[in-house]
């Protein structure tokens, strides 16, 4: 259980994250969201209700991170589960493109372990997050790949020289939230059916199967250094 402790999760306003909020406050936990929209940070704290907080945070730039974890103060569990994405092919994408995913995604979770680490409890824990195409190669991946595995390795690295500290990684696959609202709506569904097709479990991912796996690191006090998969069996085809 998470009874009165107090969880910090970056990204927390809407899918993978709020979905872990929800379920952490069914626990017992106090939660701390933070994005970027304040729109969607306003939504989140309605449906969470009194025990939460909320605040706009944008994890790219350093010292943000940093007077933000200073406002925090004390906790017990970090999720950061925040992160833009982007594909393409490799000779025709923009250096500048990949950069941007190295500094959203890779570096806006280094700054949060870095920052965040000083108001940690012993006994508490960090959750990164990867993804499948740093297990898989997929064409059009090659720099969501790399950050992804780059974020593997210091997850692990971090168990170690955080240690008590605990810190895990989850490496979702597919998973169907609002990160691919921007598709037309045809063009998604046909996404999720072909993909749900190759899968040996015959659907894309949800929101509630990777919260789920979040709030087994949380609570298990006896794994570190983990990168648990929540992919539905797509690396093995």
Do not use: C
């Not at 569990?77 to 992160?83: E, R, T």
């Not at 920052?115 to 064409?139: D, H, N, P, R």
């Amino acid at each position: 259980m998470l009874q009165a402790q107090r969880i910090v999760i970056i990204g927390g306003s809407s899918g993978i994250g709020l979905e872990t909020a929800k379920r952490a406050i069914a626990l017992g936990a106090e939660v701390v969201v933070a994005s970027r929209s304040e729109e969607k940070l306003h939504k989140a704290k309605a449906v969470l209700g009194p025990r939460s907080e909320a605040y706009p945070l944008d994890t790219t730039h350093e010292p943000q991170v940093q007077t933000f974890f200073e406002k925090v103060g004390r906790f017990d569990h970090l999720v950061v589960s925040a992160a833009e994405t982007s594909g393409g092919s490799f000779l025709q994408t923009e250096s500048a493109q990949a950069r941007r995913l190295f500094e959203n995604k890779f570096w806006g979770q280094y700054y949060a372990a870095k920052y965040g680490a000083a108001q940690i409890s012993l006994s508490g824990s960090i959750t990164l997050f990867s993804g499948v195409v740093a297990y898989k190669a997929m064409v059009g991946s090659s720099a969501l790949g790399a950050v992804n595995a780059a974020i593997s390795n210091l997850g692990q690295t971090l168990a170690l020289e955080l240690a008590p500290i605990r810190v895990n990684v989850v490496s979702p696959g597919i998973i169907d939230t609002p990160s691919r609202s921007k598709m037309p709506e045809e063009a998604r569904s046909q996404f999720y059916e072909t993909v749900a097709g190759k899968l040996p479990v015959r659907r894309v991912g949800r929101a509630e199967d990777v919260a789920q796996s979040v709030l087994y690191l949380l609570q298990n006090s006896f794994v570190t250094g983990t990168v648990l998969h929540v992919e539905g069996g797509h690396i093995l085809i």
